[in-house]
Nanobody
Framework: QVQLVESGGGLVQPGGSLRLSCAAS????????MAWYRQASGEQRELVAR???????YYADSVKGRFAISGDNARNTGYLQMNSLKFEDTAVYYC??????????????WGQGTQVTVFS
């Protein structure tokens, strides 16, 4: 079955950089979109960045100019490059994929989340 697994989270100082990865595996026919969400303690989950299969992207205002989303179609893997990190970026980051699995209709799939903590 389809599985999304995030990696790359950890501890980083303000102004530092971190690169998150999202590896999709299983009986995937096609990935239509991939996105990164985050949820800080006591707050709602928010959309951080999104990329369509045609390469078009969306970024939340709070991360524009600092984060970059990308994907490697051959490896069914998405990335989130995070630069100039701030305390406010501290959250659990979740990978989301809207995709079609072989034998199933298109649907949303979620990773387990990876913790990003910005500290000094």
């Amino acid at each position: 079955q389809v599985q999304l697994v995030e990696s790359g989270g950890g501890l980083v100082q303000p102004g530092g950089s971190l690169r998150l990865s999202c590896a999709a595996s299983g009986n995937i026919y096609r990935i239509f979109t991939m996105a990164w969400y985050r949820q800080a303690s006591g707050e709602q989950r928010e959309l951080v960045a999104r990329i369509r299969s045609d390469g078009t992207t969306y970024y939340a205002d709070s991360v524009k100019g600092r984060f970059a989303i990308s994907g490697d179609n051959a490896r069914n893997t998405g990335y989130l490059q995070m630069n100039s990190l701030k305390f406010e970026d501290t959250a659990v980051y979740y990978c989301n994929g809207y995709l079609k699995a072989i034998g199933s209709p298109p649907a949303d799939y979620w990773g387990q989340g990876t913790q990003v903590t910005v500290f000094s």
